[in-house]
């Protein structure tokens, strides 16, 4: 049994110090969002697998490896030996704005295909996560996105979107096209305030609204409810919103009521924040706090 399902792609970051004319040197770490809500899922002991392509050489090797030390489930994914990796190249996270290049166009993680998708649902899944990301990739990681969602709705799965539109990669009135196929089949939608009416979701039975250094609002039949965001040292926000998912995700598989699961989120979130990098500083289960 597989607690979360994510698929999607895992990149490798280039994170430099400082700004990139001069001297500054750039470290090299593994992300991508929805990797990333895997290993938060992983950290916080539940079953997390994530589906994606890797190119097949050291890069795709370090990509996957580095997952499944994290305690990832890695068995889906798929080398694949005539595309590199996907990277980005992230100016200075430190100075909170988020200036990013994206190296992906033709990249490994792009050439996913609907039986990509589809295979890890045989094993019994709980939750499949998506992010909108995936479907701006290309046309076959679209149509597996579409295909997964489809057939976890059928299988009774639920479904989890966060919407992370990424201007980089394309235009608001794509992603709208793009995310238009997946209304009716999720069960929680994450979105921040300018990226929810990119899904016109009426129906969606819980719908948190990150609202960054504020926190989050959970919108559900009782009503909208703001859960303030951990008071931590600001350090570097990127993944903050993949670990609010991940400790979201973890409170509802913990069959905690929505309110105290976002707490969790925006708690793991804290924790994210008040670290470099995409995950690592994520907590473990043991340093939760009580609930
Ligand atoms: O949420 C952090 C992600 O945005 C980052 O790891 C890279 O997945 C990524 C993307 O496509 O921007």
Redesign the pocket.
Same mark, same amino acid.
């Given at each position: 049994m597989i607690d979360v399902l994510t698929l999607? +792609?895992a990149?490798v970051?280039f994170r430099t110090a400082g700004p990139l004319v001069g001297t500054w040197g750039a470290e090299a770490h593994v992300?991508?969002? +929805?990797s &990333?809500v895997a290993i938060g899922l992983a950290r916080l002991g539940h079953r997390s697998a994530w589906v994606g392509c890797v190119s097949d050489d050291d890069l795709g090797t370090w990509v996957t490896g580095t997952l499944a030390a994290e305690g990832v489930d890695t068995r889906f994914v798929r080398r694949v030996p005539d595309a590199s990796a996907g990277a980005?190249v992230l100016v200075d996270p430190r100075d909170h704005a988020r200036r990013?290049t994206?190296l992906r166009r033709g990249s490994a993680g792009s050439r996913l295909t609907p039986s990509d998708a589809l295979g890890a649902l045989d094993e019994g899944v709980r939750w499949v996560h998506l992010t909108g *990301?995936t479907p701006a990739l290309s046309e076959s990681a679209r149509d597996a996105w579409v295909a997964l969602a489809r057939e976890a709705k059928a299988r009774s799965v639920r479904v989890c979107l966060d919407v &992370?539109f990424?201007p980089a990669?394309w235009s608001r009135a794509e992603a709208a096209r793009a995310l238009a196929p997946v209304r009716g089949l999720v069960d929680l939608l994450v979105a921040s305030e300018d990226e929810v009416d990119l899904v016109d979701a009426p129906d969606v039975p819980l719908v948190v609204v990150k609202q960054g250094s504020e926190g989050a609002t959970l919108v559900g039949s009782q009503g909208r409810v703001d859960v303030p965001a951990e008071p931590v040292p600001v350090i570097d926000v *990127?993944?903050a919103?993949?670990a609010l998912c991940a400790g979201l995700l973890s409170g509802l598989l913990d069959d905690l009521d929505p309110l105290a699961a976002l707490r969790r989120g925006t708690w793991v979130a804290g924790r994210c924040v008040a670290s470099a990098g995409?995950w690592e500083g994520l907590p473990s289960r043991a340093e939760l706090p009580p609930t």
């Open positions: 999607g +792609e990149l970051s992300a991508g969002a +929805e &990333n980005m990013v994206y *990301i &992370n990424r990669l *990127i993944g919103g993949d995409d």
